[in-house]
């Protein structure tokens, strides 16, 4: 079975600041890893995915999180966030080659100030 | 596409009705889940099929609720009788066949308020 812990349920940052928000993760097996962003009154979007190969994924909107598998993290980051950033992030696990299920964190919710 | 279909977008019922929430997955994809999203819980799994048979129901509260797909192209989740504590935002989700990894698409939620 896989865990989530999302350590920062709140992350208030101004405006062009630089943001990581935390994700450690627990897995007897090789997992798959994923961010994903919920806008106000929305449904979630996946963000960014972790499958294999390169630690470092990256998203289109200038999001990163790179996989540490010593650590057990997957962490997000930006090196200046928007307004619009506004929302709340859900880091997610998967175990490899067996269930389809998605074991989320509780959210970390990001609010950008100006 | 269409992306991921849940009617209706927002529900307001009393006490002991009946609720019937509906989701449409994406045209080609085998495995379809509903969550229930609240405040103090965050997003919880209920229960998820795969090629229309339920793989896993474990997150399913009691015996009020079920669900139900009866094709690979409508699902339903069913509260009998509703309860207050039930008031939560839910979400259908699908991923595709084929797949090598779990990549979930959601659906805009439906918001349930039990009066």
């Not at chain 2, 969550?35 to 009691?62: A, C, H, K, W």
């Amino acid at each position: 079975a896989q865990s989530v812990t999302q350590l920062d349920s709140q992350v208030p940052v101004f405006e062009e600041a630089p943001v990581e928000l935390r994700c450690n993760y627990s897995s007897s097996v090789s997992v798959y890893l994923f961010w994903y962003v919920q806008y106000p009154n929305q449904g979630l979007q996946l963000l960014l995915k972790y499958l294999s190969g390169s630690t470092l994924v990256e998203s289109i909107n200038g999001f990163e999180a790179e996989f540490n598998k010593s650590q057990t993290s997957f962490h997000l980051r930006k090196p200046s966030v928007h307004i619009s950033d506004t929302a709340e992030y859900f880091c997610a696990v998967s175990g490899q080659g067996g269930s389809e299920k998605l074991v989320f964190g509780k959210g970390t919710k990001l609010t950008v100030n100006p | 596409d269409a992306g991921v279909i849940q009617s209706p977008r927002h529900e307001v019922t009393e006490m002991g009705q009946e609720v019937t929430l509906r989701c449409k997955p994406i045209s080609g994809h085998n495995s379809l889940f509903w969550y229930r999203q609240t405040m103090m819980r965050g997003l919880e799994l209920l229960i998820y099929f795969n090629n229309n048979v339920p793989i896993d129901d474990s997150g399913m509260p009691e015996d009020r609720f079920s669900a139900k797909m009866p094709n690979a192209s409508f699902s339903t989740l069913k509260i009998q009788p509703s309860e207050p504590r039930d008031s939560a935002v839910y979400f259908c989700a699908s991923s595709g066949r084929g797949s090598s990894y779990n990549e979930q698409f959601f659906g805009p939620g439906t918001r349930l308020t039990v009066l």
